[in-house]
T-cell receptor, first 112, second 118 residues
């Protein structure tokens, strides 16, 4: 069964600190993995999209890594800001059919 | 561009009533997606269209749900009759991609419609 598991479920950090969110998946055959940021009451916004051949991709203070062998991805946030408080969702796309498998998300709270 | 537009933003209705959610995708996008998000189940893809044609509706929960895309700039998601368990936030998203599998195009989400069925 295709699954995407994210950890931790929730996280509280102080402003200025770094943090890393994890995403493990079992989707096969794999096509690409996306990280979305969703602010409360808003729709998700794409942060990064990585294919099988990409190991790392950055978007400002957000850096995503992908290890297709172990089927793991991480999202690293550097020098966190209050505006980083949101849910972060990992979504994996398979190569077959129209399959999208969603993780349950990590809820991040950045405190001053 | 105004982005993906959804209406209404909030909808409160009674069980058994028909509910229609509306979406206007970004101009020029080929694909349109309907999602449902709840605390219990997270984000779920319900159906997606490419060039106004429904491609995959395997995520539609049951026959009470139907979706149409009569033209490139408008889509509806209808629930008839509605039930309390349909309460959720419904998102519409669009992208340039011709299909879901294997594509890396960004999906742009609308602000969502928060549906409450009493």
């Amino acid at each position: 069964k295709n699954q995407v598991e994210q950890s931790p479920q929730s996280l509280i950090i102080l402003e200025g600190k770094n943090c890393t969110l994890q995403c493990n998946y079992t989707v096969s055959p794999f096509s690409n993995l996306r990280w979305y940021k969703q602010d409360t009451g808003r729709g998700p916004v794409s942060l990064t999209i990585m294919t099988f051949s990409e190991n790392t991709k950055s978007n400002g203070r957000y850096t995503a890594t992908l290890d297709a062998d172990t089927k793991q991805s991480s999202l690293h946030i550097t020098a966190s800001q209050l505006s980083d408080s949101a849910s972060y969702i990992c979504v994996v796309s398979g190569r077959a059919g129209n399959m999208l498998t969603f993780g349950g998300g990590t809820r991040l709270m950045v405190k001053p | 561009d105004a982005g993906v537009i959804q209406s209404p933003r909030h909808e409160v209705t009674e069980m058994g009533q028909e509910v229609t959610l509306r979406c206007k995708p970004i101009s020029g996008h080929n694909s349109l997606f309907w999602y449902r998000q709840t605390m219990m189940r997270g984000l779920e893809l319900l159906i997606y269209f490419n060039n106004n044609v429904p491609i995959d509706d395997s995520g539609m929960p049951e026959d009470r749900f139907s979706a149409k895309m009569p033209n490139a700039s408008f889509s509806t998601l209808k629930i008839q009759p509605s039930e309390p368990r349909d309460s959720a936030v419904y998102f519409c998203a669009s992208s340039l991609a011709p299909r879901v599998a294997g594509n890396t195009d960004t999906q742009y989400f609308g602000p969502g419609t928060r549906l409450t069925v009493l």
